[in-house]
Nanobody, 115 residues
Framework: VQLVESGGGLVQPGGSLRLSCVASGLPVSDAAMKWYRQAPGQAREWVASINAGDSTFSYAPSMKGRFTISRADDKNTIYLQMNSLEPEDTAVYYC?????????WGQGTQVTVSS
C-alpha cells in the first residue's frame, strides 16, 4: 500500500490550495480516508474524513466551511480543497487510510501560508 500526497506549497493568506492523495494497493472507495496535519512543535491533528462507500464526510471545527474533502474513485484519489487559508494552517498535511484494520500514512506535503 502506498499513499502519495501532492499539491502543497507556499500561498498567501486568503488563498487556496488543493491537495491530492493517490493511493495504490487499496481501493479508496472501500477505505476510511482522512487528512491530518502537523505544525512544527505540535501534535498531529485530524482535519477531515470521508467514509467508505457512502462518502459521508466530517471536518474538524476550525476547518469546517473552508476545507472540502472529496474522492475520485476512478483515479483512486482523495482531495482536500482548502480555501481562505490562514497562517495558522501552515503544516505538513498527511493522508491516512484505514483499510482491513490497518492504518496507512503518506509521506506528507508541506503547506505554508505566508505573505
Amino acid at each position: 500500500v502506498q499513499l502519495v500526497e501532492s499539491g502543497g506549497g507556499l500561498v498567501q493568506p486568503g488563498g487556496s490550495l488543493r491537495l491530492s492523495c493517490v493511493a495504490s494497493g487499496l481501493p479508496v472507495s472501500d477505505a476510511a480516508m482522512k487528512w491530518y496535519r502537523q505544525a512544527p512543535g505540535q501534535a498531529r491533528e485530524w482535519v477531515a474524513s470521508i467514509n467508505a462507500g457512502d462518502s459521508t464526510f466530517s471536518y474538524a471545527p476550525s476547518m469546517k466551511g473552508r476545507f472540502t474533502i472529496s474522492r475520485a474513485d476512478d483515479k483512486n484519489t482523495i482531495y482536500l480543497q482548502m480555501n481562505s487559508l490562514e497562517p495558522e494552517d501552515t503544516a505538513v498535511y498527511y493522508c491516512n487510510a484505514f483499510f482491513l484494520w490497518t492504518h496507512y500514512w503518506g509521506q506528507g506535503t508541506q503547506v505554508t501560508v505566508s505573505s
